[in-house]
């Protein structure tokens, strides 16, 4: 029954409070509300333990065909649901292993970005043979997976020949400082070459004699 200026008093007042305490007892409810709402925020922004997965990826970026370094890695949580197919979990399993290219900082590894293990990637029938090339230099622009021609220079008469045909590099191993591994010298660095057993001897055997060198051929490989 709606309550006129005529009506009673008492009932009046007894409205009057009701609505105050209505009116108060909302704002409360807003409050409580609110501040859940602010807890399920922040609960969102944090990882608790147990609901993420560890994953590995690189400090800095990183140049490929590089062997990985142990100060090159971490580890972080990240969402499950975000992780990508197969990913690397532990730093074990990606230390001393060969990106196939460049990775940028905070790159979640994979084994899709790395060469296999042993070198697993080589070729059906084919072998991997360290060759020493004399210009430390072409390094630079080599990545895993380029096909090169291997020419041995002999240091006697100046004789140049080819000794590996379109040979693929597996990988450049890396020495402790990051950069490629050499054999003491300025001049040389060694590469680790994806060959036929056949190349493979004439690498070795021209290496006793002659300076190698590589010649990058045009074409698809």
């Not at 690189?58 to 990508?84: E, F, I, Y």
């Not at 100046?158 to 000794?163: D, I, L, Y």
């Amino acid at each position: 029954m709606p309550i006129t200026p005529g009506g009673s008093p008492s009932l009046l007042a007894w409205f009057r409070a009701a609505r105050r305490f209505v009116s108060w007892h909302r704002r409360s409810v807003a409050a409580a509300l609110t501040f859940l709402a602010v807890l399920a925020g922040l609960g969102a922004l944090s990882d608790p333990a147990g609901t993420g997965t560890e994953v590995v990826t690189v400090v800095g970026d990183v140049t490929g065909g590089r062997t990985l370094t142990r100060d090159q890695l971490t580890t972080r949580s990240v969402p499950t649901d975000l992780v990508p197919r197969g990913a690397v979990v532990a730093i074990h399993l990606a230390e001393g292993r060969t990106p196939a290219g460049p990775l940028s900082a905070g790159t979640i590894l994979t084994e899709a970005a790395l060469v296999g293990p042993g070198l697993t990637g080589l070729a059906a029938g084919h072998v991997a043979v360290p060759a020493r090339l004399a210009d430390a230099g072409i390094v630079q622009v080599l990545r895993v997976g380029d096909a090169i021609d291997v020419m041995a220079t002999d240091t006697g008469t100046g004789e140049v020949r080819r000794v590996a045909t379109r040979a693929r590099v597996a990988t450049i191993p890396a020495q402790a400082d990051g950069g490629p591994l050499s054999s003491g010298t300025a001049q040389d660095v060694l590469v680790l070459l994806d060959v036929t057993a056949v190349e493979a001897a004439e690498v070795t055997r021209a290496a006793a004699t002659s300076r190698l060198s590589v010649v990058l051929p045009g074409g698809s490989g």
